[in-house]
């Protein structure tokens, strides 16, 4: 069988490409908004900021203690929106547990969203009116698109149903006219699904979820998982999984996540 390793790498220069062009000439500022001492977080911002920097956006840098109350974030948060020297604003998540996430986006400009968290773009999103949605579901959109695997028609397994990556991006395919069954934790018989499925995309982050079994022969993987296994970074279907099965997968690390900082970026365009 024939296997197409979907690496994000050129999906990202492509649009990398493209951004340079629209960027040109433009003033741009991205703001990263960051509560708290998450160190995920702490790393997308990094990357995010290198990611900027490296396509010419000038960044600010928000970051406040763990200690912040719900008011003062909403305050600081409000402030950064009503700037006109800022173009976007990507809150970091997670949040301190004691930080109402609902409340504090509210105080953002929708206009100045870049990753569809105010539920003005949700349901902007919900209505199939914005092109706008999360970077994540987008840079998987943005891969199935790049390497031609078709949907429509097609019998998607959306394993994951989060906010940020399983919930929009099963929209996101409704709006391409595939047939998608949304798992959950509580799905009974998972691999009986996943098996029929011309394309698994799995957003939970559990490695080793989605075994070889599961896995229809020549069917499509978009591995979303990240997890630190023993220090490595991996997905949630072992890398041997996909070899023996998939027509085509994306690697972790090297898919989907190389295409997501760009998409931020993207949403810059918003704007103009
Ligand atoms: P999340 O909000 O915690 O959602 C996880 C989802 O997985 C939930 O819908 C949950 O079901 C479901 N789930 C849990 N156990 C399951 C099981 N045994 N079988 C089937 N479904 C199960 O997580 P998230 O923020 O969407 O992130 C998911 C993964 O994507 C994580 O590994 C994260 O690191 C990764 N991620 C990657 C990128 C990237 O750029 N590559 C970006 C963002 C996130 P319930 O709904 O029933 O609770």
């Known amino acids: 069988m024939e296997q197409t390793i979907l690496y994000g790498k050129p999906v990202a220069d492509a649009i990398r490409q493209q951004l ?29 900021l290198k ?6 956006v000038k960044t600010r840098d928000v970051e406040l203690p ?3 109350t719900q008011e003062e974030a909403e305050i600081r948060l409000r402030e950064l929106s009503e700037d006109p020297a800022i173009t976007g604003i990507l809150p ?52 199935l698109d790049h390497y031609d695997v078709p949907l429509e028609g097609s019998n998607v397994a959306m394993v994951g149903y989060g906010e940020v990556v399983g919930r929009p991006l099963t929209l996101m395919l409704m709006g391409r ?40 022969e020549g069917a499509v993987v978009i591995d979303v998982g990240i997890n630190s296994v023993e220090g490595k970074l991996v997905g949630d279907v072992p890398e041997a999984a996909k070899q023996a099965k998939a027509s085509a997968y994306t690697p972790v690390p090297g898919g989907v996540g190389v295409v997501s900082n760009l998409m931020v970026m993207e949403t810059l365009t918003r704007s103009f």
């Not at 340079?20 to 790393?43: C, I, Q, S, W, Y």
């Not at 970091?92 to 400009?109: F, Y």
């Not at 949700?122 to 706008?132: A, H, K, N, V």
């Open 20 to 48: 340079k062009e629209k960027f040109a000439g433009r003033d741009l500022t991205l703001a990263t908004f960051l509560v708290g001492d998450n160190p995920a977080a702490k790393v997308y911002k990094r990357s995010l």
């Open 51 to 56: 990611t900027a920097a490296s396509l010419g």
């Open 66 to 68: 763990e200690a912040t």
């Open 92 to 143: 970091l998540m997670p949040l301190p547990r004691h930080i109402s996430k609902l409340d504090l986006i509210q105080q953002l400009d929708p206009e100045k969203d870049m990753d569809c968290v105010h539920p003005m773009n949700s349901g902007r999103l919900y209505l199939g009116i914005t092109p706008w949605g999360p970077c994540t579901p987008r840079a998987c959109m943005a891969i």
């Open 177 to 216: 006219y595939a047939t998608v069954t949304v798992c959950r934790s509580r799905t009974k018989n998972l691999p009986a699904i996943t098996r029929q499925a011309d394309v698994i995309i799995s957003a939970v982050g559990k490695p080793g979820l989605i075994t070889e079994d599961m896995i229809k």
